[in-house]
């Protein structure tokens, strides 16, 4: 069993910026593939970032390009989103997932086992 906790979310203004961070608590976290997903009162969760197991390869939305990165510290079993540049369109509950079963990210909340509870953003205008 995987447990992840998500924090860093909160109300911002639009352009202002947050860091989302996602302790896991295992030591095995160093080979799974780590995804951010969002999801807004009645829309679909979906795919913000993935990166693999060792930091070395990551994806990012289009809509986020640009202005989110995705990181990993496996030392610290910990996650992190970087979100600059924020819009009022990224207000969502952000949350994160790992994917045990290879070191890969995947871009579809179904191949991922394992989600925490998520963290609120709220970008005002």
């Known amino acids: 069993q995987v447990q992840l906790v998500e924090s860093g979310g909160g109300l911002v203004q639009a352009g202002d910026s947050l860091r989302l961070s996602c302790a896991a608590s295992r030591r095995t976290f160093s080979m799974y593939g780590m995804g951010w997903f969002r999801q807004a009162p009645g829309k679909e969760r979906e795919f913000v970032a993935g990166?693999?197991?060792?930091?070395?390869?990551?994806g990012y939305a289009d809509s986020v390009k640009g202005r989110f990165t995705i990181s990993r510290d496996n030392a610290k079993n910990t996650v992190y989103l970087q979100m600059n540049s924020l819009k009022p369109e990224d207000t969502a509950r952000y949350y994160c997932a790992a994917q045990t079963r290879d070191g890969t990210y995947y871009v579809r909340p179904g191949d991922y086992a394992y989600w925490g509870q998520g963290t609120q953003v709220t970008v005002s205008s």
């Open positions: 990166i693999n197991w060792s930091g070395g390869s990551t």
